[in-house]
Nanobody
Framework: VQLQASGGGLVQTGDSLRLSCAASGRMFRNNGMGWFRQAPGKEREFVATIAWNGGNIYYADSVKGRFTISRDNAKNTMYLQMNSLKPEDTAVYTC?????????????????WGQGTQVTVSS
């Protein structure tokens, strides 16, 4: 079972990026999923979460209005559209699959994690 995050890169302030989280080895269409990030020297923090059916979407206050989480269960893939990026968004972004049908802001609810993708926003 693998979750693979991709789509990161080096961008400038105000730019956009779209992250993808592709699952292989099993289907996650019945699981809530989420994005977390970790900046150097900081704790991992919640970014966004989405339930199995695309509902129950929640965002961290720091990204609300700029980021959009979505999923395509037919493709077993989750996305994070990031607009108006800021230097403080710089981090390694990781996706996870929850053990529950709804997502969560709590990392402990996730039992599958993908490798991260680096997002760097220059000022």
């Amino acid at each position: 079972v693998q979750l693979q995050a991709s789509g990161g890169g080096l961008v400038q302030t105000g730019d956009s990026l779209r992250l993808s989280c592709a699952a292989s080895g099993r289907m996650f269409r019945n699981n809530g999923m989420g994005w977390f990030r970790q900046a150097p020297g900081k704790e991992r923090e919640f970014v966004a979460t989405i339930a199995w059916n695309g509902g129950n979407i929640y965002y961290a206050d720091s990204v609300k209005g700029r980021f959009t989480i979505s999923r395509d269960n037919a493709k077993n893939t989750m996305y994070l559209q990031m607009n108006s990026l800021k230097p403080e968004d710089t981090a390694v972004y990781t996706c996870g699959a929850s053990r529950y049908a709804v997502g969560s802001s709590q990392a402990g609810s996730y039992n599958y994690w993908g490798q991260g993708t680096q997002v760097t926003v220059s000022s």
